[in-house]
């Protein structure tokens, strides 16, 4: 039995238990609740250096991490579906929008960090804003054409779907407003994927 840590409001380990779903393996992994809210939490650091989650145990004991080399680590477990594309200007399509919607998610999780982890008289409104318009400027850019899905849903697909539940989860889900493209294309990832619902945060 492989084991994942991470935590049920982990919008990367999120992508992974999606990713495990889509490729059939997700019997075959054990997942294990870890709290990153502590400065050191040992079994934590001890798995990953960068105290991060999620982490993925082979049952040899091998690590690995990040979310997305632990989602193309289970994509090469089994053949269908394939979720990164192997090579060509379908695999790069796949990587970039992956990065972008890694990068809309990086930018809110830095963004509920700072209220986490600093006082409120430290906070610093412009490091906050330029946050958030990395977050608005990559949204509307995508809504301007949101990817197409093809047969079934690619790794990029999987993690824009993260992304998005992310910031219904822990801002509101304001983007819905003023992202209609991209609200109908959450809608038809939510009914394809039924993973999704399953991994919802709460
Ligand atoms: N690039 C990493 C990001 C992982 C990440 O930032 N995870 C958060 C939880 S959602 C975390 O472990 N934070 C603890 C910390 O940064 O100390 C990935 O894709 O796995």
Not at 32 to 40: E, Q
Not at 101 to 127: C, H, M, N, Q, S
Not at 187 to 192: E, L, M, V, Y
């Amino acid at each position: 039995m492989m084991k994942l840590l991470s935590a049920q409001a982990s919008p990367y380990g999120r992508k992974v238990k999606i990713t495990a779903a889509l490729k059939g393996v997700a019997d075959q992994i054990e997942t294990k609740a870890v709290d990153t809210l502590p400065l050191v939490n040992e079994e934590l650091r001890r798995e990953n250096p960068l105290s991060k989650i999620p982490v993925l145990i082979l049952e040899d004991g091998t690590q690995i991490f990040d979310s997305h080399v632990i989602c193309e680590y289970l994509d090469s477990l089994t053949p269908e579906p394939r979720l990164f594309p192997p090579s060509g200007p379908e695999r790069f399509r796949t990587l970039t929008l992956a990065a972008l919607a890694d990068g809309i998610l990086d930018a809110a999780l830095l963004l509920v960090y700072e209220k986490r982890f600093r006082p409120e008289d430290k906070w610093v409104d412009t490091w906050m804003q330029r946050q958030q318009l990395k977050i608005d400027t990559a949204l509307d850019w995508l809504e301007k054409a949101p990817p197409e899905m093809g047969a079934h849903p690619d790794y990029g697909h999987v993690t824009l779907a993260c992304a998005l539940g992310y910031l219904d989860f822990r801002h509101g889900g304001v983007w819905r407003a003023t992202h209609p493209k991209l609200v109908a294309w959450l809608d038809a990832f939510d009914k394809a994927v039924p993973a999704f619902a399953e991994s919802r945060p709460n």
